[in-house]
Nanobody, 127 residues
Framework: QAQLTEFGGGSVQAGGSLRLSCAASGDTVSPHCMGWFRQVSGGEREGVARISTRSGITRYGDSVRGRFTISQDDTNHTVYLQMDMLKPEDSGMYYC????????????????????WGRGTLVTVFS
């Protein structure tokens, strides 16, 4: 069974930084695409960032571009999300996601099509 395990999250003052990590194991040993989505209670999951594990090409949601950085360690199938200059509106549950089938440009805008999800980790940014 494929599994994604998230680490990190927590509470931070606006302007601060947090780092999330996500390790893939099981059937997703070789995911083609890994990334992060976030969700505020009652809302839809919003694509934050994704990376193609094959090419290293990254994509970001408009609201985080320039402040967040996604990276990978392909030796242990782990991706990281460095979040800088955090704002209160960045608060929410952050979910790691992975897909073995591909990593299209629009992957961040197709949450309902994601193959595997982590359980989520909570990020709270206070002003």
């Amino acid at each position: 069974q494929a599994q994604l395990t998230e680490f990190g999250g927590g509470s931070v003052q606006a302007g601060g930084s947090l780092r999330l990590s996500c390790a893939a194991s099981g059937d997703t040993v070789s995911p083609h695409c890994m990334g992060w989505f976030r969700q505020v209670s009652g809302g839809e999951r919003e694509g934050v960032a994704r990376i193609s594990t094959r090419s290293g090409i990254t994509r970001y949601g408009d609201s985080v571009r320039g402040r967040f950085t996604i990276s990978q360690d392909d030796t242990n199938h782990t991706v990281y999300l460095q979040m800088d200059m955090l704002k209160p509106e960045d608060s929410g549950m952050y979910y790691c996601a992975a897909d073995r089938r591909g990593c299209p440009v629009g992957w961040l805008y197709a949450a309902t099509s994601v193959e595997v999800w982590g359980r989520g980790t909570l990020v709270t940014v206070f002003s």
